[in-house]
């Protein structure tokens, strides 16, 4: 039997508001790498004109070529802020990829000296991560001789830190929760949203860093760092020198937590897998 030849269907293009050539997203590929560190393939196109256009509309400009001229310009410069803010992913929910925090709670018993327990969330996104991470920790640790527990979060975007502050969720956020945290740890307002309580956020300081800026201002060590879900938009130079960074910023029997999808055995230098996606210090020569 004679096959029917494949059905060619016409590619349709969409008309767009503004024109968004292919060097226009080459010189927003070229700033969005240098200031964040983030890798966009060609693939990104449509993504990074959704994100954008409203910016364009809002500024009353001609288009992204105008656009990326007054990123360019010096009275762009607060303008960047809102620009990075468009391009960077939040995707984050309580407990994301949840076999992380039973080995986290595992691993801060074992510090419990006494001392202070201290982790940093590296990106840290609205702030439902550093939320678990505070409610693991108290879960781990009976009140009477709970370790002071301090969290870092931060985060490149602006808008989603402001979220993380003020603690409050949407009703389906919050029932994503394990059973009987909700009750414990958030109240319920009058518009049926969720708050964290004071015991939750008095733990958590939101501060804004650039995870590829060239020094952090970060003079304390940690003895567990989480950094998921970032690292996969940049590229593997960046990557290792974000890790080289992240080494003596951890004690030395920490650990470091990355994402589902994130490999990092390139850099078997500063850091060995320990478990699923978790990292310790590798040994030194």
């Known amino acids: 039997m004679n096959k029917l030849p494949p059905i060619q269907l016409p590619k349709i293009e969409f008309a767009r508001e503004f024109s968004f050539s292919d060097a226009d997203f080459e010189r927003v590929r070229k700033i969005i790498y240098k200031e964040a560190g983030i890798s966009l393939n060609p693939s990104k196109k449509d993504m990074v004109y959704g994100r954008l256009v409203r910016r364009i509309r809002d500024l009353k400009l001609a288009g992204f070529a105008a656009y990326v001229?007054?990123?360019?310009?010096?009275?762009?410069?607060?303008?960047?802020?809102?620009?990075?803010?468009?391009?960077?992913?939040?995707?984050?929910?309580?407990?994301?990829?949840?076999?992380?925090?039973p080995i986290l709670a595992e691993h801060l018993k074992k510090k419990n000296n006494g001392g202070k327990i201290s982790i940093w969330c590296s990106a840290a996104s609205t702030g439902e991560e550093p939320y678990s991470l505070a409610m693991t920790a108290l879960e781990a640790f009976p009140a009477a001789s709970r370790p002071q527990i301090t969290i870092l979060a931060t985060d490149l975007d602006t808008s989603v830190l402001e979220t993380g502050k003020t603690g409050i969720y949407s009703a389906d956020k919050v029932?994503?929760?394990?059973?009987?945290h909700a009750a414990k740890y958030f109240d319920k307002l009058p518009d049926g949203s969720y708050q964290a309580k004071p015991v939750l956020r008095n733990m958590i300081t939101f501060s804004r860093l650039n995870l590829i800026d060239a020094s952090w201002p970060i003079r304390e060590t940690f003895d567990v760092i989480f950094c998921r879900n970032v690292m996969?938009?940049?590229?593997?130079?960046?990557?290792?020198?974000?890790?080289?960074?992240?080494?003596?910023?951890?004690?030395?029997?920490?650990?470091?937590?990355?994402?589902?999808?994130e490999n990092f055995y390139f850099a078997s230098d500063v850091f060995r897998l320990k478990g699923k996606t978790v990292y310790e210090h590798a040994p030194k020569a």
Do not use: C, M, W
């Open 69 to 101: 001229d007054f990123l360019e310009s010096p009275s762009g410069k607060r303008e960047f802020e809102l620009f990075v803010n468009a391009l960077t992913t939040n995707l984050t929910f309580f407990f994301r990829e949840e076999h992380h925090f």
């Open 175 to 180: 029932a994503r929760l394990p059973a009987g």
């Open 232 to 261: 996969i938009y940049f590229d593997r130079e960046t990557q290792h020198k974000v890790l080289k960074k992240f080494a003596p910023l951890l004690k030395p029997d920490g650990l470091l937590f990355v994402g589902h999808s």
